[in-house]
């Protein structure tokens, strides 16, 4: 199993890095655009959508993604667009595990498989424009989401007592959470003090904004992408599956590589516009 990760690891690295240090963002807008259409297959199969309907949802995806890039939305960051997105992914949230496991089978299934789609393709958006905006920008936003993971499950492994969600995520733990909050605070005060203040980064961009706001900003992100991670949890736990797919041999499927950042992206691109 080690071995299948790693080789797995690697190919994907084989890939992701040339397209996201390419001068030119398009080869990274199209592999994204490969792995957003991939997870909405899984997100129709998790639907109970088969094979036929899980690929035309896919192939739908794809097509929103390309309308968007035509109609030249990556060089157009829109504070209305993410703030509406943002906030309906906390409200989704707060609904959905608050409901929990239970709670998400009562939801009309059409009302379930558009909602996912708009999050995938909103998530596509987010992360292009990003790139766009720099690869030290799109860097920051992802090591913000690996280290508040990296964080928790070091804490939660060493520290962790109190369950945050067991019904729907039994390994997490509150412990978990605050040594991921300490990542990520600990990342954006070293990035801030390497690039300073007119850095080119998510963390510096908050830090000449809203000094005194930014490490909440920070927070509140790190806390997204815990419920990101929540979300897909309950959702798995409702379809009785273990992983989304088996696309990535060792890691399961690609929606269980991007859970945290489905929400953590948009919300980066809201505080963006509000600073920029």
């Known amino acids: 199993m080690l071995r299948t990760r790693i080789i797995t690891a690697l190919v994907l690295l084989a890939i ?59 060089a157009r960051p829109s504070l209305t667009l993410w703030t509406l997105a943002g906030g309906a992914w906390v409200l989704a949230a707060v609904l959905l595990i608050r409901g929990g496991v239970p709670g998400w089978a009562p939801i009309p299934r059409l009302l379930r498989i558009v909602g996912g789609l708009l999050a995938l393709c909103l998530a596509w958006l987010a992360v292009v424009q990003a790139r766009v905006i720099g690869i030290g920008f799109l860097l920051s936003v992802l090591t913000l989401v690996w280290m508040a993971d990296v964080g928790a499950y070091a804490a939660g492994r060493s520290f962790g007592r109190r369950k945050l969600a067991p019904a729907i995520s039994p390994g997490k733990s509150w412990e978990g959470v605050y040594g991921g909050a300490v990542g990520v605070l600990l990342l954006a005060a070293g990035w801030v003090l390497v690039d300073g203040p007119s850095g080119n980064n998510l963390f510096s961009r ?16 790190c806390a997204m ?52």
Not at 34 to 61: D, F, H, K, P, S
Not at 243 to 272: E, N
């Open 225 to 276: 992408s815990v419920v990101g991670d929540l979300v897909e949890s309950l959702i798995k736990r409702s379809a009785g599956v273990k992983d989304s797919s088996r696309l990535l041999p060792g890691h399961g499927g690609v929606l269980d590589r991007v859970d945290a950042l489905l929400p953590t992206v948009p919300l980066a691109m809201m505080l963006y516009c509000v600073v920029a």
């Open 16 to 74: 992701l890095l040339p397209a996201l240090f390419y001068a030119d963002p398009t080869p990274f807008g199209i592999v994204a655009l490969v792995m957003i259409a991939a997870a909405t297959w899984e997100w129709g199969r998790l639907n109970q959508m088969g094979q036929a309907g899980a690929c035309g949802l896919a192939l739908v995806a794809a097509a929103l993604c390309t309308a968007m890039w035509q109609a030249g939305w990556l």
């Open 206 to 221: 908050l830090w000449a904004g809203m000094p005194w706001l930014m490490p909440l900003a920070v927070l509140f992100l």
